[in-house]
């Protein structure tokens, strides 16, 4: 997974760079939540820097939209078009702003996420190859060479630091410290522990399995008491409260006698609301789906 900053067109070093002066204004702190998150994102960025980029963007976004919106608000001829330019850009910097400070705790849920989706698989298909009498090694050789995205990248650093003399069992700890997915994580420990203490790890692989297992169910369980809710949500947002309002918008346009150019565009605005409060339903279910699944 490559760490890009949303809304932005160029690479880290490059944004670091153009970005020094803002990243200069911003106030330095030690103990920092965001500089632990870029620091297990994996990412070459300290706290300020990234606040900077941050910074930068929202400037450059107000600015333009400030002007493209006067622009389009001026054709329509909207009286105190600059209370409403001004309104519309400094409502969609800040979602700007906000998408890209949360973003770094994003990907590390996405990057949770992509190595849990096929830990189960992984897991069974080292315990086909142990139980066909496979060394452990080329087990991990296997899969890193396999077709198990995020996963196989992981193991590749551990055969690395195998390869370069570490114990397996001090390779597999060194994925789980530098991991935040606790299925993996407490995976790589009980393999880790198999090996330490000498124990059949065919056995070991298929208790973590069966634990895996149960764990679906009790995800797909919770996945479904979560939706009910959502759904009910998204009917008074997306459907309901849209066709309300266009009657009573209708209703009210033509007893205020409002210039057609001011109808027209707050159905306009109606409509780009209506089309994104789908996506950001869509998203939302996306982001309650099982992460194991």
Do not use: H
């Amino acid at each position: 997974m490559i760490f890009k900053i949303p809304f932005t067109f160029s690479d880290i070093e490059k944004l670091k760079k153009r970005s020094k002066y803002f990243a200069s204004k911003i106030r330095y702190k030690r103990n920092s939540k965001l500089n632990e998150t870029l620091e297990s994102a994996g990412v070459n960025i300290t706290r300020e820097e990234y606040l900077g980029i941050v910074l930068r963007s929202f400037v450059i976004n107000f600015i333009l939209l400030f002007v493209i919106s006067n622009t389009i608000l001026i054709f329509f001829n909207i009286g105190n078009f600059y209370i409403f330019g001004f309104g519309i850009a400094i409502l969609f910097s800040l979602f700007v702003c906000f998408s890209q400070i949360v973003y770094p705790s994003t990907f590390i849920a996405r990057k949770q996420r992509e190595l849990e989706k096929n830990l189960l698989p992984a897991l069974q298909d080292i315990y086909v190859q142990l139980n066909s009498g496979i060394p452990l090694f080329n087990i991990m050789v296997n899969i890193s060479d396999g077709d198990y995205g995020l996963l196989s990248q992981e193991f590749k650093k551990a055969v690395k630091k195998i390869n370069a003399g570490e114990p397996e069992a001090d390779a597999l700890n060194y994925l789980g410290k530098i991991n935040n997915s606790n299925y993996f994580r407490r995976t790589l420990w009980q393999i880790s522990n198999g090996i330490n203490s000498g124990s059949d790890m065919s056995a070991v692989i298929k208790d973590s399995i069966r634990a895996l297992n149960e764990e679906i169910l009790i995800q797909i369980q919770n996945y479904g008491n979560k939706l009910n809710p959502l759904i009910v949500v998204y009917m008074l947002i997306a459907v309901i409260i849209p066709a309300l309002s266009v009657a009573f918008l209708t209703i009210l346009s033509s007893l205020l006698n409002l210039p057609k150019n001011m109808t027209i565009l707050i159905f306009i605005t109606l409509f780009v609301f209506d089309i994104f409060m789908q996506i950001m339903f869509l998203g939302l279910v996306k982001s309650r789906r099982p992460s194991l699944l």
